[in-house]
């Protein structure tokens, strides 16, 4: 369209990418997000040029390139720092930060995280956490650390702030880390059966709101983090259906979109559900079928570089050889 200017056709260009990404055509929102971004370092308008990196990070680590992720979220902190935009320097910081978690390079990943929730407490006083999708990020470093308590503790101030503007998408995240948050305490729970059991209801209770949430919201990249979740909560209460079903779905999704990164995720979590089904009912053949998922996952987390998962892969292996 020869009236708008350059500028305005890198934002077009940008939106029409998160519209593709919202409906789970990652691979073909890559191209009009680069071709917008171009538009905008050309001209020099890192305030707009800021979000169409920070968002073909996103898409990098979707798609499973984590490299070019961590290299674009780079970039999008360079320019939010350029740009001068309180908001800009905080989130690209959680995007980078989110891209190093997911490489299993955890040598800036909290520093980043804290500088950027300092920020946003300079910014926006009245808010203590980093909440969004920023704050979503930092629940998924925390829960990974085993910090089910401060997750708890933040999802639900953070849960009360996006309720009240109807983000429906950041309410779903909220969500789904509160059900993962309770999963690990009820898996860690090991003295008061009536604890445990009340943990387990309420993973089970927010991860079923989070998944509703999520179509709701209308992602589909988003959507497979909580079937995921969800079927591992239907597995570690042995079931086994729920948690197939769940497992079908995500990796529907996950094809279709090219989603790398959760497709692995689903092959790990198959690989656990096979092998918690082979200890429940000594079924046949389910130790081969589970060795064929970890070696999946580990072929496809090598080429990633998604170093966050390489731990599992062992922990799973070392499962497969006590059968």
Not at 55 to 68: A, D, F, H, P, R
Not at 171 to 199: C, H, M, V, W, Y
């Amino acid at each position: 369209a020869s009236e708008l200017t350059d500028g305005d056709k890198g934002v077009v260009l940008d939106w029409a990418g998160l519209d593709l990404r919202a409906l789970g055509r990652l691979l073909e929102a890559t191209q009009p997000i680069q071709a917008g971004l171009e538009f905008l370092v050309k001209q020099k308008d890192w305030k707009r040029a800021v979000a169409n990196a920070g968002n073909l990070s996103e898409l990098y680590l979707t798609l499973g390139e984590v490299g070019q992720a961590v290299a674009s979220a780079h970039q999008s902190v360079d320019f939010a720092d350029r740009s001068g935009d309180g908001f800009q320097r905080e989130s690209k910081r959680t995007t980078l930060a989110d891209a190093l978690h997911q490489s299993g390079v955890l040598a800036e990943v909290h520093q980043l995280f804290r500088e950027a929730e300092a920020m946003q407490q300079q910014r926006q006083p009245e808010y203590s956490y980093l909440y969004s999708l920023q704050g979503f990020r930092f629940c998924d470093l925390l829960l990974s650390q085993g910090q089910y308590q401060e997750v708890q503790k933040r999802a639900r101030q953070t849960l009360e702030w996006v309720t009240k503007q109807y983000w429906l998408l950041d309410i779903a995240l909220d969500k789904l880390s509160l059900g993962r948050a309770f999963l690990l305490q009820a898996l860690a729970e090991t003295t008061d059966p009536s604890l445990r059991a009340n943990a387990f209801n309420q993973a089970r209770d927010y991860l079923q709101q989070a998944v509703a949430g999520l179509r709701e919201a209308g992602t589909q990249d988003h959507l497979p983090r909580g079937l995921l979740a969800r079927a591992a909560c239907y597995r570690t209460q042995n079931e086994f259906a729920l948690a197939s079903a769940d497992l079908e779905e995500a990796r529907e999704i996950a094809e279709r979109g090219e989603m790398n990164l959760h497709l692995a995720d689903y092959h790990l979590e198959a690989c656990r559900l096979l092998l918690a089904e082979s200890m429940a009912h000594g079924a046949e053949g389910k130790r081969e079928k589970a060795k064929e998922h970890v070696e999946t996952a580990e072929e496809m987390i090598e080429k990633m570089g998604y170093g966050r998962r390489k731990p599992e892969v062992e922990e799973l292996r070392k499962e497969l050889e006590k059968l």
